[in-house]
């Protein structure tokens, strides 16, 4: 028997933090080409991390994503839409290193669109000050725990501090 490889995906992968992980993900799922998400800790020093003990590890999502749909800079393009990118270890209520906002990228072409999208961001105008985004190459990631997993799916009422901001849209000849 042969494979049929003109139907395989060819998917790659994302992790970014911004903030509660509950939010992002509820948001970035949805964009068309998103093959799949979950939420963990990330880019610290605690091996195994959890949510009581996730030392200086951020709140994070893992993308997988179908480049055919969408582009690694679509995903950073919601991103940062949907999180303050100008606050050094806060989103809304929530401060703390865990709440950090950072793209760890997982090859050198990640990285490229990443510097390219935050000075674009920069020099757009349209974010309240100059983005603080860490920019670091991918580590371990550490699933969250089962609740915390599609936890506005759950609870659609949940807390999130993650929105859309129709203002902070990067013009179209920008990208």
């Not at 906002?101 to 997982?106: C, K, L, M, P, Q």
């Not at 997993?149 to 013009?171: A, I, K, M, N, S």
Request: glycine content about 10%.
């Amino acid at each position: 028997m042969t494979e049929d490889t003109s139907q395989l995906i060819t998917q790659q992968r994302a992790v970014l933090a911004g903030g509660c992980f509950w939010g992002m993900q509820d948001l970035i799922r949805k964009l068309p080409g998103v093959v799949a998400t979950r939420v963990g800790y990330t880019g610290g020093d605690v091996p195994n991390a959890t949510y009581r003990n996730h030392g200086t590890h951020a709140e994070g999502i893992e993308i997988l994503f179908d480049p055919e749909q969408i582009s690694y800079r679509g995903i950073l393009e919601l991103f940062f839409q949907i999180h303050d990118p100008t606050t050094p270890n806060r989103q809304g209520n929530d401060q703390g290193m865990s709440y950090r906002s950072a793209i760890y990228y997982v090859n050198e072409e990640q990285k490229q669109v990443a510097e390219d999208t935050i000075a674009d961001v920069n020099a757009s105008g349209l974010w309240p000050g100059l983005v603080v985004t860490e920019l670091e190459p991918v580590g371990g990631f550490w699933e969250a725990e089962p609740e915390h997993q599609d936890y506005l799916e759950h609870f659609p009422g949940g807390y999130t501090c993650h929105f859309p901001r129709p203002d902070w849209v990067l013009p179209k000849s920008s990208a």
